[in-house]
């Protein structure tokens, strides 16, 4: 028994880990869409979408074995993020070569709206995370006789738990990015760049999901993607930083 809970312990970490490594590019996401309100909303905007992520993650375990059958979830989520970051990119290049008289103030999102645009994006982000945490969970040996949602007990209270942490992970991390941003004003040109890369990933899950098949299944998950996504982001991220500490310092 005690090798058995040893095991489960361990498949934690792993999968606490491994959520923290998709809340880092989900919490910039996060970060950009409610950067625009006013500081005492962005928090409650964040509070509000981890709990609608908490709720939404504890019933997808449920229906997980429905959700995997939906390509459309991630090429919506994809299509989206794309969209925001082009539109972003194209607005700022646009602005940056017209005469300051003739630019127009951009309308933005109430607080509502922008609450509900972080739970369609944890939406996207959850089901790439829900099934990464099946494939661990269910290497596991049964824990007691009954099953929740098709899964056993022992399993799904693991999968349950590094969900959990991996949602307030990410809020918190987006949260720092918020203060990054408002610090760094020019990292605002790269966080977008991180969305649209993003949302990129959801693109390349949904096209490899096995009801297209447009490419191999297990390309999203090979090495050589997730080390090329990693190093673009952190490339993206880094160059973003050097060049935001290179312009505050021509302003100080």
């Known amino acids: 028994m005690e090798a058995i809970l040893l095991e489960y312990a361990w498949v934690l970490v792993v999968l606490i880990v491994l959520e923290g490594l998709l809340a880092a590019d989900n919490a910039v996401v996060m970060a950009v869409m409610v950067k625009h309100l006013p500081k005492e909303q962005q928090q409650k905007a964040l509070l509000y979408g981890l709990v609608g992520a908490f709720v939404f993650r504890f019933a997808a375990l449920f229906l997980i074995t429905i959700l995997v059958n939906f390509w459309q979830i991630q090429a919506i989520g994809a299509a989206y993020l794309l969209i925001m970051s082009g539109k972003h990119l194209y607005d700022t290049f646009k602005g940056n070569n017209e005469p300051d008289e003739i630019k127009e103030p951009k309308k933005k999102s109430g607080f509502w709206m922008t609450v509900v645009k972080v739970e369609l994006a944890d939406i996207a982000f959850a089901v790439d995370s ?57 990292l605002e040109t790269a966080a977008f760049l991180i969305v649209g890369w ?35 982001l952190l490339a993206i991220a880094l160059g973003g930083y050097l060049i935001g500490v290179k312009n505050q310092k021509k302003h100080a």
Do not use: C, Y
């Open 130 to 186: 829900i099934l990464a945490a099946v494939a661990i969970a269910v290497t596991l040996p049964h824990l007691g006789n009954f099953d929740i949602g098709g899964i056993n007990a022992g399993q799904f209270s693991v999968m349950f738990l590094g969900g959990l942490i991996g949602v307030i992970m990410m809020r918190f991390a987006a949260r720092w990015f918020v203060k990054v941003l408002d610090k760094f004003p020019s």
């Open 198 to 232: 993003v949302g990129v990933k959801l693109a390349v899950l949904a096209l490899a999901h096995e009801k297209l098949g447009i490419i191999p299944h297990d390309f999203p998950h090979s090495t050589l993607w997730k080390t090329t996504f990693w190093i673009v």
